[in-house]
């Protein structure tokens, strides 16, 4: 017996005839009539009486519309379990990697379509470097991860997410000092010290920050120590202080103090960018739904 013969002899019980049941299945009733006599062939036994009003089930047919009624609801089952597996709608995890200053009105919105798409999919975020992101992905410690470059190679796809002009925090100031109309020229801000991320958090991100500073004739100080978190109120009370420049986005999330202000630079030398990257060979539904959430976004 196959699964198509029983789905077919189940509707003709269900639906009275040959005729209705084929208009359920779309198929033609020939066909569908060559399915159920090829079922009884099968079987050696007579399932249907067939007359001009319809069709009865025999006794054997009776015995076996019970079973397969059985069968079919096991197998839709089956496929509820499976979909709701491969779809996270299981209760299960998706691990996101969300660096530092991640736009919250790029995440917000990407998140809540996916808890409407699928409502048991758990996301559990870490706040973690790209650096460490890529190791996390390639254990296997994470699904999804947000990076500020692109990892080369095979093992994972990627796609853009974000481009942030990156602009100067200073204090208030200095801003009225170096600002003209087109925002802060970066050579301006050469007698200051940047407040730099540590080159091992992103170090394609960093060496091309640093690249663009130096070209504009900034000099650089000490790489900062692998691990340091330069949160905001670190970077804000540097900067406060008058003898730091820090660099952000226009909508950066954090308040800014008084004495603080935000300047775009001139000509926008600087863009951060931000990739979703993911495994190359992962076929997870709510990944996919996340992923093109970020697209629409």
Same mark, same amino acid.
């Given at each position: 017996?196959?699964?198509r013969?029983?789905?077919g002899f189940?509707?003709?019980v /269900?639906?009275g005839?040959l005729s209705?049941?084929a208009?359920?299945l779309h198929?033609s009733?020939p066909?569908?009539?060559?399915?159920?006599?090829?079922? @009884?062939?099968?079987?050696?036994v007579?399932?249907l009486e067939r007359?001009?009003?319809?069709?009865?089930v025999?006794?054997? &047919?009776?015995?076996?519309?019970g079973?397969?009624?059985?069968v079919?609801?096991?197998?839709e089952?089956a496929?509820r379990?499976m979909?709701g597996f491969i779809?996270?709608?299981?209760?299960? %995890?998706l691990r996101l990697?969300?660096?530092? @200053?991640?736009?919250? #009105?790029v995440?917000?919105?990407a998140?809540a379509e996916?808890? $409407?798409?699928?409502p048991? #999919?758990r996301?559990?975020?870490?706040h973690?470097?790209t650096?460490?992101q890529?190791?996390a992905?390639r254990?296997g410690e994470?699904d %999804?991860?947000?990076?500020?470059?692109?990892p080369?190679g095979?093992d994972?796809?990627a796609?853009? %997410? #974000?481009?942030?002009r990156? &602009?100067?925090?200073?204090a208030?100031?200095?801003?009225?000092?170096l600002?003209?109309?087109?925002?802060?020229p970066l050579?301006a801000?050469a007698?200051l010290?940047w407040l730099a991320?540590?080159?091992t958090?992103?170090p394609?991100w960093?060496? /091309?920050v640093?690249?663009?500073?130096?070209?504009h &004739?900034l #000099?650089?100080?000490?790489?900062?120590?692998?691990?340091?978190?330069?949160?905001? $109120? %670190?970077?804000l009370?540097?900067v406060t202080?008058?003898?730091?420049?820090?660099?952000?986005?226009?909508d950066w999330?954090q308040p800014l103090?008084?004495?603080?202000?935000?300047?775009?630079?001139?000509?926008?030398?600087l863009v951060?960018?931000t990739?979703?990257v993911?495994?190359a060979d992962?076929?997870?539904r709510?990944l &996919?739904?996340?992923?093109a959430?970020? $697209?629409r976004d």
């Amino acid at each position: 017996m196959e699964l198509r013969e029983l789905q077919g002899f189940v509707a003709v019980v /269900e639906a009275g005839s040959l005729s209705a049941a084929a208009r359920r299945l779309h198929v033609s009733q020939p066909a569908l009539s060559q399915t159920i006599a090829g079922l @009884e062939r099968g079987l050696r036994v007579r399932l249907l009486e067939r007359s001009s009003t319809g069709v009865k089930v025999t006794e054997a &047919g009776g015995v076996l519309l019970g079973e397969a009624r059985a069968v079919l609801a096991r197998y839709e089952q089956a496929q509820r379990v499976m979909a709701g597996f491969i779809a996270g709608d299981s209760g299960g %995890v998706l691990r996101l990697g969300i660096p530092l @200053e991640f736009p919250s #009105t790029v995440l917000a919105p990407a998140l809540a379509e996916l808890a $409407e798409s699928c409502p048991n #999919t758990r996301v559990q975020a870490r706040h973690l470097s790209t650096a460490e992101q890529i190791t996390a992905l390639r254990a296997g410690e994470l699904d %999804v991860g947000l990076l500020r470059e692109r990892p080369a190679g095979d093992d994972f796809d990627a796609m853009p %997410v #974000t481009r942030e002009r990156l &602009g100067v925090l200073l204090a208030a100031g200095q801003a009225a000092e170096l600002a003209d109309a087109d925002g802060v020229p970066l050579d301006a801000l050469a007698d200051l010290e940047w407040l730099a991320f540590p080159r091992t958090d992103s170090p394609a991100w960093y060496d /091309e920050v640093t690249a663009i500073l130096r070209s504009h &004739g900034l #000099t650089l100080g000490s790489d900062a120590p692998p691990n340091q978190r330069l949160i905001a $109120e %670190v970077k804000l009370a540097a900067v406060t202080a008058g003898k730091a420049f820090a660099l952000a986005p226009a909508d950066w999330s954090q308040p800014l103090p008084d004495g603080v202000v935000w300047q775009p630079l001139a000509g926008h030398p600087l863009v951060r960018r931000t990739w979703a990257v993911w495994p190359a060979d992962s076929r997870r539904r709510d990944l &996919g739904l996340l992923i093109a959430a970020f $697209e629409r976004d």
